[in-house]
């Protein structure tokens, strides 16, 4: 039996209700790649799945305004790459007397937000998307750089 699993795109949004509440969260974009397709195609409804983890249907019809969620910690993040020599317990935002496992799970915490599926999801524009993918390249160092002096570097 053949598998047919359908991957479905989520954008982190900001939603406005008619009614004035106002919801964090993602909407489920299904096979349509940017936000915009998902709120254009035929149907009364959007898949929204709020900060818990609860995942609703709303009614379009009900939904004054959407707008794509900023990225988490950009203003934080763009102290930290003020030049191609940060050190590298800096980019991760860790104290330099950080056990390994902790770097790691920051190195993951941080990679996640900067990852280009993430950013091409959040139909940003070109300049944003070049900050994602430059942050990216110094959290991959950072990590190289902090993984070999905590002696966990791969043996070639």
Not at 32 to 56: K, Q
Not at 88 to 116: C, I, M, S
């Amino acid at each position: 039996m053949k598998s047919t699993a359908v991957h479905k795109e989520r954008v982190d949004v900001i939603v406005t209700m008619s009614n004035g509440e106002v919801h964090h969260g993602k909407i489920t974009c299904g096979l349509t790649p940017d936000l915009a397709g998902a709120l254009n195609r035929d149907g009364l409804f959007v898949e929204f799945t709020d900060m818990t983890g609860r995942s609703r249907f709303i009614a379009k019809s009900a939904v004054a305004e959407v707008e794509a969620a900023p990225i988490e910690g950009a203003p934080a993040m763009s102290r930290r790459f003020e030049n191609d020599c940060a050190d590298p317990w800096t980019v991760l935002g860790v104290p330099k007397d950080t056990p390994f496992e902790a770097v790691r799970e920051a190195y993951h915490r941080l990679v996640k937000q900067y990852h280009p599926d993430r950013i091409a999801s959040a139909d940003l524009p070109k300049d944003m998307q070049a900050y994602a993918t430059a942050v990216l390249r110094q959290l991959n160092s950072a990590y190289e750089i902090l993984k070999r002096t905590h002696g966990h570097a791969r043996a070639a």
